[in-house]
């Protein structure tokens, strides 16, 4: 372990109130990590629980984050930049190109001018189609076509972060697959395909699927690589105990799973007969669609993270029962 296993080290987690940065408080608070300083848009009502009994040092709003380093010159140990513009469907750039790129460049600046080690969030969504694969090579970033304005920004950054000549003593990217799990009931339509689906068979007693609209996939059977943001957690205090070399990574379980098989652990979770129905996707995702994701994890593995990681049914029967099914927050 490093000098970061000592708790009293200050600690920024960027996107702190959303779903996965107030999953890592939680997890951090569990390990002894009380001095941490959180950022994000803390007005939103919707987001308030999943800070609720959470232990912090501060509270950053996040257009006032900067203003504030400059004024407290507080000594910080680590930085999880988890903040972004998140939404697949927003097609205005400018936002994505303000909150995922800029900023998150002006947190890569701070880090490396005060040497302090950062992780941060990038996305499978930079992959694209999958053309090339979901290697998490350096040496195709700069020739990955991403098919929305969000997979775009993400992938804009990976290739500014391998042009830099100065650095963060350690930094990783973390291209996070499809993340699931609690403290995500503020995502609305971005939310995962679990937790709409424990929606619908609440509601209506059946789930919806998207039909496939192309030939090589049956209905139900688009695969993408599920991981539970338990496991996402692990990764990165990992990452921040271990520091091994500087890299983007894939974070994944490297096990791609179709949604119907999804859609079966979610009724058994909630111990209801499965009764999954198709209906036509929606036009303005249909041609952005990803048909399979799964991410290449040997990077990882091979720097020597060796976590075994949740399959989907037992990721998904714990999230239903300790979760969904009692409201609860991690």
């Known amino acids: 372990m490093s000098s970061t296993d000592s708790k009293s080290n200050s600690i920024v987690i960027t996107g702190a109130a959303g779903f996965i940065g107030s999953c890592l408080v939680s997890f951090l608070n569990s390990k002894g990590f009380d001095n941490l300083i959180l950022v994000d848009e803390f007005e939103r009502s919707d987001k308030l629980n999943n800070l609720h009994n959470k232990k912090y040092s501060h509270k950053i709003e996040r257009d006032l984050f900067f203003e504030w380093l400059e004024e407290t010159k507080p000594v910080i140990d680590f930085i999880f930049h988890l903040g972004a ?27 490396m001018l005060h040497q302090i080690p950062l992780v941060y969030a990038s996305s499978a969504a930079t992959y694209g189609c999958g053309e090339l694969g979901y290697n998490d090579d350096h040496s195709i970033v700069h020739a990955l076509e991403p098919l929305n304005p969000y997979g775009v920004s993400k992938n804009e950054l990976d290739k500014w972060v391998l042009r830099q000549h100065s650095a963060p003593p350690f930094w990783a990217g973390l291209k996070f697959f499809n993340v699931y799990g609690p403290n995500e009931y503020h995502k609305g339509r971005m939310a995962s395909v679990i937790f709409h689906a424990f929606n619908q068979v609440k509601q209506n007693g059946y789930v919806n699927l998207f039909k496939s ?102 990721g998904i029967d714990d999230y239903v029962k300790h979760y969904l099914i009692k409201g609860n927050y991690y």
């Open 85 to 111: 513009r998140t939404d697949t469907t927003e097609f205005d750039y400018a936002v994505h190109q303000r909150l995922n790129f800029e900023y998150s460049q002006d947190v890569w600046n701070y880090a």
């Open 213 to 314: 609209h192309r030939p090589d996939y049956k209905d139900g059977e688009q695969l993408r690589d599920f991981v539970y943001v338990k496991d996402i957690l692990h990764i990165c205090y990992w990452l921040m105990a271990h520091r091994p070399a500087s890299a983007i990574y894939n974070a994944g379980t490297g096990k791609a799973r179709s949604f119907y098989d999804l859609a079966l652990a979610t009724f058994a979770g909630m111990g209801i007969p499965p009764d999954i129905r198709f209906i036509d996707m929606p036009e303005d995702i249909r041609d952005k669609y990803q048909y399979f994701t799964e991410a290449n994890m040997t990077k990882l593995k091979t720097a020597g993270y060796t976590n075994a990681f949740y399959t989907l049914e037992a």
